[in-house]
């Protein structure tokens, strides 16, 4: 299918009820027409701290050190077609949405940043005293007013579930993530390695009244049984694909060709690369940004590869009203 073409879908596919109200993608330069998203990765970093949330902080590290590193990962990563990211470091595991933009600006590749919070040891002690309902308070805060004093506004819910079934704190996070989806129109992307635990997390967006459509499972290549990344496709969650690297893009092709047979208008790729390690010298070592555009996109068929890198991402994160 012409990219055109998947193009109109998308535009039809993201109108909102509300005749007022336009369809559009955030990033940190500002509100978008989806149509101009354009060649998306869905997951990567461009930095990340994992000292946990008690000691998270910008001053441990650098803001110009950071851009100098990580801005040729990103002009490379443009040199190669991809037009936006999507960056999925939460607060307090080192999201910085305003050097963010500052990289955006200089790189011409788009970026989206998130609201939402991680996992221990990476949640703030709020996390554990408040109710479902005050979380959702923060971060729809965030998304209806901005991020700081720069006012950037988020363009998705970054969470996390822990494996197994849902603990107490992380099902209060997916609630608190379901309620502010609920209010904003922002699709969840949950990290999430289990397949059981996904349905869970997809069994609290129902009890709130969220459709499984503004859910995307993260890391679901993690899981080995690909009959649950099937079962939650059928619920009408978004399935990403998204640990494809070089050195495991021999079984990771056939995971996504079969994907793209089954469930092609609910499949999300990416690589999680990246990125400046908050604490290492120089940021240590970063994963190029590049390698899948370059070298793993090519592998497929011209229609899946509009498909999955421009049709479905703008789908996946248009903000519905």
């Known amino acids: 299918m ?3 073409l998947l193009l109109s879908v998308v535009l039809i596919a ?3 009820a509300s005749a007022q109200t336009a369809a559009k993608i955030q ?8 149509s101009d998203l354009g060649p998306t ?3 990567e970093h461009v930095l990340v701290d994992f000292i946990g949330a008690d000691q998270v902080s910008p001053a441990r590290y650098d803001a110009d050190e950071v851009f100098a590193r990580m801005l040729p990962y990103l002009q490379d990563l443009r040199a190669a077609g991809i037009a936006t990211l999507v960056e999925c470091t939460p607060e307090y595991l080192g999201r910085d949405p305003l050097l963010l933009r500052r990289l955006s600006e200089a790189s011409g590749i788009r970026i989206l940043t998130n609201t939402g919070w991680y996992k221990d040891p990476f949640l703030p002690p709020f996390a554990h005293e408040a109710t479902a309902e005050q979380i959702a308070e923060r971060w729809i805060r965030e998304a209806t007013e901005g991020i700081g004093e720069a ?3 988020p363009g998705f819910i970054k969470i996390a579930a822990n494996e197994g079934d849902l603990s107490e704190v ?6 608190a993530a379901a309620l502010t989806s609920q209010a904003t129109g922002l699709v969840i992307a949950s990290h999430t390695t289990q397949g059981l635990t996904a349905l869970q997390e997809l069994d609290v967006l129902a009890e709130v009244g969220v459709p499984a459509e503004r859910f995307i499972w993260v ?12 079962q939650a ?13 070089e050195a495991n893009a021999g079984e990771k092709l056939p995971l996504v060709q079969e994907a793209l047979r089954r469930i092609p208008d609910q499949l999300l790729i990416s690589q999680d690369a990246g990125w400046y390690h908050v604490g290492e010298p120089n940021g240590g070592e970063v994963t190029p940004l590049d390698w899948l555009p370059r070298h793993f996109a090519p592998r497929l068929a011209d229609a899946d590869r509009e498909r999955l890198l421009i049709a479905n991402p703008a789908r996946a994160f248009c903000i519905r009203g």
Request: a neutral charge; aromatic letters at 6%; charged letters at 25%.
């Open 151 to 153: 006012r950037i506004r």
């Open 2 to 4: 012409p990219a055109c």
């Open 41 to 43: 990765l869905a997951h």
């Open 219 to 230: 890391h679901a290549d993690a899981e080995p049984s690909a009959d649950l990344h099937w």
């Open 14 to 16: 993201c109108c909102v």
């Open 170 to 175: 992380q099902r209060k996070i997916v609630t």
């Open 27 to 34: 990033t940190v330069t500002g509100p978008i027409d989806p």
């Open 233 to 245: 496709a059928a619920r009408g969650a978004w399935i990403e694909y998204d640990g494809i690297r």
